[in-house]
């Protein structure tokens, strides 16, 4: 059974930083492209992130510049560094990977 684990979201003003981890157990996670997905309340989820097994990334252009993604395959673990931080990043943080998705981790940015 494969379990996606996120952890790292929280309060933080606009401007901040946060670096969100997923751990992820089982095999998949070293050959598959990994993702970081967010829902803000009221709106679909979308696309932030995501990363292929050889290091290939690719962003949504809302968040260009301000987010980085990784991940260490021998951790098993992918990253989400997000840097200058605007309310209208606040929403849940959901890592994905093959057909497994994580419980989420609340991101909210608020002076």
């Known amino acids: 059974q494969v379990q996606l684990v996120e952890s790292g979201g929280g309060l933080v003003q606009p401007g901040g930083s946060l670096r969100l981890s997923c751990a992820a157990s089982?095999?998949?996670?070293?050959?598959?492209?990994m993702g970081w997905y967010r829902q803000a309340p009221g709106k679909q989820r979308e696309l932030v992130a995501v990363?292929?097994?050889?290091?290939?990334?690719n962003y949504a252009d809302s968040v260009k510049g301000r987010f980085t993604i990784s991940r260490d395959n021998a951790k098993n673990t992918v990253y989400l560094q997000m840097n200058s931080l605007k309310p209208e990043d606040t929403a849940v943080y959901y890592c994905?990977?093959?057909?497994?998705w994580g419980r989420g981790t609340q991101v909210t940015v608020s002076s």
């Open positions: 994905h990977g093959h057909t497994y």
């Open positions: 089982g095999s998949i996670f070293s050959i598959y492209p």
């Open positions: 990363i292929t097994s050889g290091g290939t990334t």
